[in-house]
């Protein structure tokens, strides 16, 4: 009998029920084509992020001096199993210099670096690493070193000895000359501007230290964290321990690397950690309040046309009722007719949200997503939730109706 | 002597100033044909509304089939109408998108479960047996009324409210409705409470009751035949 009713009234009033439909479906289209991006979103910002700088740091664990790392641990970072997030690392040996250029001398820092090393690791897709995949902001006069004896130079560093691209710069070390060609003069604003940047191998043979690293700066891709990513891993049971390993916290991706780097202790620089963590939690925030924005909307809209025809259908409610409808009879009717239209709002707006959050990503990240499932039942429940919602002022209304008053007469 | 199906007491029903019963004292025993009758704005419908739980007295005594209707929420209400009552307005207030048989099996769905071939016989009762998949648009007023009475007996009430039933119908098809009214009584064996502004239609009643602004002025009682 239900099945009839609605059948009937349907069939009565196409335009209405369309315009239920219509909203309805605008609602799940929107839910699903910005919550499918979402993901994205956040996925595509922290890439994006992940320029502005490294976000682990790699020290030698050894408390006082003499610690270093070991070269031949680092084609290990492209094997852990946060590998996919990591989008670059570079290692640095640090030491005292004395440099000559022409009559000038200056006292400084060396740091022996991977300028853009390609990394071959067996079984692993070929990548390149070093100072232009973690630190491309980076403003560089020149080129970077390719040959052995090319040496970037900071800027500040470059004023003081005098020196311009092609210049020669002699560095003095433990007794040991090394000749060098400037090939780049870089800025940054930082500390850089004072260093003097040469080849990894050929700083390590100046300074007698074949093989060590000073520290290894990582990029990689996380999550925010939240209040379960910042309790102690050392304090949590077996099962939370994996949640926890098998999230891209900044902190786990740090343990991660620092089990396959001998002797060395991670740490999260939590300056970028954490900016980027609020950068994409008030991203999310934002798609997820636009979401629930456009799903009141669309509830507005719901009422909104299941008013004016509720209006038009008080005599048949007030019928209903003086032949002994009760309230959850009458409900059944109009939640019942509003369900079964939301059912296909929600189909039809989760195709039309999919092709919308395609379209989106295609534009804005030029790139194609393949939205996920749960999408699925994501618009299914967003477009219940807008028909309830939307009803609840109707059916509110069509209680109120009393079938003495409409039926007079 | 019959068992009262209805005594009031002091009843009244005010619309803010107005006071469109006054105080009423009125018992009409089980199976009864009442007639009301009373000049426009007496209070004739507000009686029948109380009495047929679809509103609510200001004050006073109502008792329906031994309980006091006051007791009850809307929703009581709502289950008292449909297991208690059958309503026939003037206006016959059908669904216009349902059909005949639809229609009465409506008043089915409410009560218990719709079921079609008791709806169907039902009809056939009202003699539109042959108009079951007619919608009411494509009836006459006097088959849109019939549909009426198969909806308003299709739960076996034990009182029939009619409120000038016979208000738009012709001379032709009120003698009609008013027999079929009198046979089904004989089998239901159902109480009527009939409005109406006419007194040929009152006769058919049992006794008749007038209502003058919202007071019980007068009541003619049949004199049993034989
Ligand atoms: N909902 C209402 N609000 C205010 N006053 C009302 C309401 N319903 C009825 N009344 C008033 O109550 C009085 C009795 O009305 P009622 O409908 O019972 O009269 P009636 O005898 O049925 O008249 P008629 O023969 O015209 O149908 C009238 O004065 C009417 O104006
Ligand atoms: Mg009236």
């Not at chain 1, 005292?96 to 250029?101: G, N």
């Amino acid at each position: 009998m239900l099945f009839r009713i609605l059948k009937n009234s349907f069939l009565k009033r196409p335009r209405s029920i369309f315009l239920v439909f219509l909203s309805i479906t605008m609602g799940a289209a929107v839910a699903t084509s910005f919550l499918g991006i979402a993901g994205e979103i956040s996925h595509k910002m922290s890439l994006e992020l992940r320029s502005y700088g490294a976000n682990i740091l790699l020290e030698p664990s050894a408390v006082e001096g003499g610690g270093f790392l070991r070269e031949v641990d680092l084609p290990k970072i492209k094997t852990v199993f946060w590998k996919y997030n990591i989008t670059g690392f570079t290692p640095y040996l640090f030491g005292l210099v004395d440099l000559t250029a022409g009559t000038k001398h200056e006292r400084a820092v060396i740091t022996g670096s991977w300028f853009y090393k390609q990394l071959l690791v067996e079984g692993e897709e070929p990548s390149f690493q070093g100072i232009q995949v973690i630190a491309p902001w980076w403003e560089l006069q020149g080129g970077m070193p390719q040959d052995a004896d090319e040496a970037v130079v900071g800027a500040s560093l470059a004023r003081r000895l005098g020196v311009v691209l092609g210049s020669r710069v002699v560095a003095l070390a433990r007794g040991a000359t090394k000749p060098f060609r400037v090939v780049g003069i870089v800025t940054t604003g930082g500390y850089e501007e004072e260093q003097f940047f040469a080849p990894l191998v050929t700083v390590q043979s100046l300074l007698g230290k074949m093989g060590k690293l000073s520290r290894v700066l990582v990029s990689a891709v996380t999550v925010p964290m939240d209040a379960f990513g910042k309790k102690d891993p050392a304090a949590m049971s077996k099962e939370e321990y994996e949640k926890w390993y098998c999230t891209a916290y900044v902190t786990s991706v740090a343990k991660n690397v620092e089990e396959v780097m001998a002797g060395s202790r991670a740490k999260p620089i939590w300056q970028i950690a954490s900016a980027e963590g609020a950068l994409l939690t008030k991203l999310n925030s934002v798609v997820l309040l636009l979401t629930l924005l456009a799903l009141g909307a669309s509830a507005i809209a719901v009422s909104t046309s299941l008013m004016a025809s509720m209006a038009e259908r008080s005599p048949e409610i007030a019928l209903m009722k003086a032949i002994g409808a009760d309230r959850l009879q009458i409900s059944a009717i109009f939640l019942g007719e509003t369900l079964i239209i939301s059912l296909a709002g929600g189909i039809v707006g989760y195709l039309l949200g999919d092709q919308l959050a395609a379209l989106i990503s295609q534009s804005v990240f030029n790139s194609a997503i393949k939205s996920p499932l749960w999408l699925l039942p994501t618009a299914m429940v967003s477009a219940f939730a807008v028909a309830l919602a939307g009803s609840a002022a109707p059916l509110r209304r069509a209680f109120l109706i009393e079938p003495v008053k409409v039926l007079k007469g | 002597m019959a068992s009262m199906i209805i005594e009031t007491a002091g009843l009244t029903k005010s619309y803010g100033e107005i006071r469109a019963l006054k105080p009423l004292d009125l018992t009409v025993p089980e199976g009864e044909w009442l007639s009301v009758m009373g000049h426009s704005g007496s209070g004739k419908s507000t009686l029948l509304n109380l009495v047929g739980g679809l509103d609510r007295p200001t004050a006073g005594m109502l008792k329906v089939g031994g309980e006091d209707l006051l007791g009850r929420d809307e929703d009581g209400l709502a289950r008292f109408r449909r297991e208690f009552v059958g309503i026939i307005f003037q206006q016959h207030h059908l669904i216009p998108y349902l059909n005949a048989l639809e229609n009465v099996m409506l008043a089915q769905y409410f009560h218990s479960v719709p079921d079609e071939a008791e709806a169907r016989s039902a009809l056939e009762r009202v003699g539109l047996g042959h108009r079951l998949k007619n919608r009411p648009g494509e009836l006459s007023g006097g088959e849109q009324q019939r549909v009426c009475i198969a909806r308003a007996i299709i739960n076996s009430p034990r009182l029939l409210l009619g409120d000038e039933p016979t208000g738009n119908l012709d001379h032709g098809s009120t003698t009609m409705v008013l027999e079929l009214l009198r046979e089904l009584r004989v089998e239901e064996r159902f109480t009527i409470i009939m409005v109406t502004h006419n007194q040929e239609v009152a006769a058919w009643g049992d006794r008749t009751i007038y209502l003058d602004d919202g007071v019980l002025v007068r009541e003619e009682k049949k004199l049993v035949e034989g």
